[in-house]
């Protein structure tokens, strides 16, 4: 089963409208971390944004916030007022697991494209 | 401006160069990785430095080779590569205590082998 799942492997919006990229997840670990990534075509992984899932809050980094809904296991990542600079391949990920040192593995899910129209 | 460091940007080699990647860090971060990403699909993680030491191989060929000379420092030597190691390779580096930390990666290198 995949742990991290996007289900749009391809979006349009509009500049300066809103736009909502669909992420879901499957754990049964109670201490996990949720990551939006952003990549461009020039090849950088811009992380953006992370909600831990004790986290009481939707987390928010200036035009994006994450919807995180814990019982359904969904964390979409919301980009207000969008700029031509943000077309770009978008990635979740996660990470599992509450350690003291040691790898915590990083999944990631298959991406979405975003492209904005003028 | 990302703060891990990757060199060279771009890389094209024959198949019987020797070369290396570099990536450093300034973050104080102890766990150190490497991912070789294709187009249009997710990063796919080779290796993971924890405190200097290596802690994962994901059965990677020996061909790739990493090295990781100090905490803030971590190569990958390259040696009789095949075309189809073409890729981006991303270099990350992240705090792996107490709760899941979100890993910081570099611009990448572009690599192309002949």
């Known amino acids: 089963a995949q742990k991290i799942t996007q289900t749009q492997p391809g979006m349009f919006v509009q500049e300066k409208e809103a736009v909502t990229l669909d992420c879901t997840y499957d754990?049964?670990?109670?201490?996990?971390?949720l990551f939006w990534y952003k990549q461009p075509s020039s090849g950088e992984m811009i992380f953006l944004i992370y909600?831990?899932?004790?986290?009481?809050q939707n987390a928010t980094e200036g035009r994006y916030s994450l919807n995180f809904q814990k019982a359904r296991k969904s964390a979409n990542l919301v980009i207000s007022a969008s700029q031509l600079g943000d077309s770009a391949m978008y990635f979740c990920?996660?990470?599992?697991?509450?350690?003291?040192?040691?790898?915590?593995?990083?999944?990631f899910g298959t991406g979405t494209k975003l492209q904005v129209i003028p | 401006d990302t703060e891990v460091t990757q060199t060279p940007k771009h890389l094209v080699m024959g198949m019987t160069n020797k070369k290396s990647l570099k990536c450093e860090q300034h973050?104080?971060?102890?766990?150190m990785y490497w991912y070789k990403q294709k187009a249009k699909k997710p990063p796919e993680l080779m290796f993971v430095?924890?405190?200097?030491?290596?802690?994962i191989n994901e059965s990677v060929p020996s061909r790739f080779s990493p090295e990781c000379p100090n905490s803030s420092l971590l190569n990958l030597h390259l040696h009789a590569l095949q075309p189809e190691d073409s890729a981006l390779y991303l270099c990350?580096?992240?705090?792996?205590?107490?709760?899941?930390?979100?890993?910081?990666f570099g611009d990448g290198t572009r690599l192309s082998i002949l």
């Open positions: 990350a580096s992240s705090q792996d205590r107490g709760l899941p930390q979100p890993q910081h």
């Open positions: 754990t049964s670990d109670p201490s996990y971390g």
């Open positions: 909600q831990g899932s004790y986290d009481q």
């Open positions: 990920a996660m990470r599992e697991g509450e350690r003291s040192g040691g790898y915590q593995k990083v999944t």
């Open positions: 973050m104080g971060h102890r766990a």
């Open positions: 430095y924890s405190y200097e030491k290596l802690s």
